[in-house]
């Protein structure tokens, strides 16, 4: 067996009680996802170069998210035709009838 010689590493941990991502309506999500997968080549080709053997290794990092949301609008006109649904139902005369009978 090989005697490895592991060094501890300093950490930093980050807690995070909530995130919410909120994307507008019409979001280009094909463009997000291009420059997100353009990040991450830079950091794999960045640790793929890895430290020299003089410098010392950054510390790693604990990020702790306990609860993440992702909000995605209904288009405008969507929200104002389902509003008007709404208001339909409250002002029809069927409407009426049935909450008169249930008094």
Request: with cysteine.
């Amino acid at each position: 067996p090989t005697n490895i010689d592991l060094e501890i590493l300093p950490t930093s941990a980050v807690s995070i009680d909530y995130v919410l991502a909120c994307f507008p309506n019409k979001y280009r999500f094909g463009e997000a996802t291009d420059k997100l997968i353009s990040v991450a080549k830079f950091f794999k080709l960045l640790h793929k170069k890895g430290p020299k053997t003089s410098d010392p290794l950054p510390p790693d990092l604990h990020i702790k998210v306990q609860e993440f949301s992702v909000e995605l609008p209904d288009d405008p006109f969507e929200v104002k035709l389902g509003d008007n649904y709404e208001v339909l139902q409250l002002t029809s005369p069927y409407t009426r009838e049935v909450k008169q009978g249930a008094e």
